[in-house]
């Protein structure tokens, strides 16, 4: 009986750890996680700046991310509800907390940014914060779920245009976009078009001005808010259903978001494309 007792405190002892292991890592408590506290933090407004070295501080407001917020939040038309938290962090460690490309934007709501930044990227490091802004605005709107569920072609392609991220660091201009396409066919199918996995960096940063060119046309004759009007009528047992996986719910998504604007604002994605194309 008391070794059955032991054996059962073991279980129940291994399962809370393994729980809270997994909201560490995985995300929901990671703003508490000690990583964040044995990093400084200097606060400046409505921006958390967490660092190791004073240069790194420095570094980053050079780029005077506060400048961003109210350009942010007038393409949006929304607000920052909760604070902006940046967190610059080496190579190695800025992989281990799953932060992508050399600055991203996790689901709780984290900033990350590279220190390669610093090697990598020649141009104003605000350009990136501005776009990664854009990312956050739209969380902070809209929640882990429903964000997740924004087709990557639409959300990158609204903070392209936020940001004026177009002609730099390796994006192509407009009109440089549009010529490849014309010239190379990269994008022979929608699948293609919404596909950047496995793909050279070049090809996803022409990819990523595309989608700007694109969001740019829609939210021309869309207001940002049908388009969070659409994505607030997704149901949430739509987003957890149990039958379909999130690939499929994904995909359903997409041609539901693309049905519904040329349903109600009359753009059809071929039309757009033939325009790019100049057909
Ligand atoms: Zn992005």
Redesign the pocket.
């Known amino acids: 009986m008391k070794n059955l007792f032991k054996i059962l405190l073991v279980i129940s002892g291994t399962i809370l750890m393994g729980v809270f292991f997994y909201f560490v890592y995985i995300g929901l408590l990671i703003p508490y996680f000690p990583f964040l506290y044995s990093l400084n933090v200097s606060k400046d407004g409505n921006i958390y700046y967490y660092y190791s070295k004073q240069s790194e501080l420095e570094y980053m407001k050079k780029f005077n991310p506060k400048s961003y917020i109210s350009e942010t939040e007038n393409f949006h038309n929304l607000t920052f509800s909760n604070p902006i938290r940046l967190v610059i962090l080496p190579k190695k460690k800025y992989k281990k907390f799953k932060g992508t490309g050399l600055l991203s934007t996790r689901l709780d709501g984290l900033i990350l940014i590279s220190k390669e930044v610093k090697k990598e990227i020649n141009y104003p490091l605000g350009i990136f914060l501005h ?1 990664e802004y854009s ?1 956050l605005i739209l969380l902070q709107r809209l929640g882990k779920l429903r964000f997740t569920l924004i087709p990557r072609w639409v ?2 392609g609204i ?1 392209i245009n936020s940001s004026n991220h177009y002609g730099i660091n390796g994006y192509p201009t407009k009109s440089e976009a549009i010529k490849i396409l014309n010239q190379k066919k990269i994008l022979t199918s929608f699948d293609n078009f919404l596909n950047i996995q496995e793909q050279s960096v070049s090809t996803i940063k022409f990819k990523y001005t595309i989608y700007g060119i694109l969001m740019e046309k829609i939210l021309k004759e869309v207001p940002m808010e049908k388009l969070f009007a659409f994505l607030e009528t997704l149901e949430d047992n739509q987003l957890f259903s149990t039958e379909a996986s999130k690939e499929k719910v994904e995909n359903e998504i997409n041609k539901n978001f693309l049905k519904q604007m040329e349903k109600e604002f009359k753009i059809s994605l071929s039309k757009t494309f033939g325009e790019l194309l100049g057909k």
């Open positions: 776009h990312h959300l990158e903070a």
